[in-house]
């Protein structure tokens, strides 16, 4: 089974920028589409951005401008560069692995986000 390592969180003041890396422990990871997701208390998990094995994004209309996602095959990483912060974006953000030849899914544990002066 695939296992995610998220780091890169913490706290950041408002316009600030923080780097969202996830680990992923897997032979292939050249069959994985990568997507970052958060959740914020009492909403429920939302798409962020997502990157697919060819390296094709896309992004929520929330963050588009301001966040980029990436990979790096060789290294088996995903990146989630995140400019401008807003309070708002403040989330526990996760990342999520989605193989292309067996459709099956893994999380990571999430890497908490906080935007605030």
């Known amino acids: 089974q695939v296992q995610l390592v998220e780091s890169g969180g913490g706290l950041v003041q408002p316009g600030g920028s923080l780097r969202l890396s996830c680990a992923v422990s897997?032979?292939?990871?050249?069959?994985?589409?990568m997507g970052w997701y958060r959740q914020a208390p009492g909403k429920q998990r939302e798409l962020v951005a997502f990157?697919?094995?060819?390296?094709?994004?896309n992004y929520a209309d929330s963050v588009k401008g301001r966040f980029t996602i990436s990979r790096d095959n060789a290294k088996k990483m995903v990146y989630l560069q995140m400019n401008s912060l807003k309070p708002e974006d403040t989330a526990v953000y996760y990342c999520?692995?989605?193989?292309?030849?067996?459709?099956?899914?893994?999380w990571g544990q999430g890497t908490q986000v906080t935007v605030s002066s």
């Open positions: 897997t032979s292939i990871f050249s069959l994985y589409n």
């Open positions: 990157i697919t094995t060819g390296g094709s994004t």
């Open positions: 999520k692995s989605d193989n292309i030849a067996t459709r099956r899914t893994s």
